[in-house]
């Protein structure tokens, strides 16, 4: 009985926020470009556990191991191609998190002390809270025909029949 009611109560949910149009600030980027986003995005993720899971064992070598590669190196594997198409904000705070995490890998090393990697890893997570908070990625439609620009429907999702 417990279950079904969350069922409902889940779809009830779900049936609510479907409806409602994502309002955030779209950034249209290309196939290519949605994926390298992404893939960095799985990595922050991936990289975030991984470093809750080496604080746990209070593990700081391991917290460097998993901080170093989400820094500002990564940063710098072809992000070039997306300064461009990028918004300045949207790219500064992208930047700030690559920094924060080059800072928890230095300070893990040094001063090997959980509770102040905690700290640095919460307040960093602020920025992708942000960031999320006010960015969609939609990739960019290629224009029907050459030199034919369509308008975007960014908004809309039209289903065409055929
Ligand atoms: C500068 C902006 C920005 C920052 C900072 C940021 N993200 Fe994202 N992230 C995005 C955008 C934009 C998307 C795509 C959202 C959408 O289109 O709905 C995304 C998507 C994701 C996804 C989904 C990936 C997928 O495969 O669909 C994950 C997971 C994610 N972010 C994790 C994180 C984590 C963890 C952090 C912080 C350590 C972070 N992000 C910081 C902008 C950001």
């Known amino acids: 009985m417990k279950k079904i009611l969350a069922i409902v109560l889940s779809f009830i949910t779900m049936t609510a926020t479907a409806n409602e149009i994502d309002k955030r600030q779209v950034l249209s980027i290309t196939e290519i470009q949605r ?22 064992r209070e593990d700081m070598a391991a917290v460097a191991k998993h901080a170093r590669p989400l820094g500002m190196s990564m940063a710098h594997k072809g992000e070039d191609h997306l300064k461009e198409v990028l918004s300045k904000e949207f790219m500064h705070l992208g930047m700030s998190v690559h920094k924060d995490f080059d800072q928890i890998a230095a300070d893990a090393e040094s001063l090997k002390d959980p509770k102040h990697t905690l700290r640095q890893l919460s ?6 809270v942000a960031c999320h908070a006010d960015y969609q990625i939609r990739i960019k439609e290629r224009p029907a025909r050459l030199g034919g620009a369509q308008p975007s429907h960014n908004q809309h999702q039209h289903q065409h029949q055929h």
């Open 35 to 56: 994926n390298h986003v992404l893939t960095e995005m799985r990595a922050f993720l991936a990289g975030t556990q991984g470093i809750l899971d080496a604080l746990l």
């Open 123 to 128: 307040e960093s997570m602020k920025k992708c």
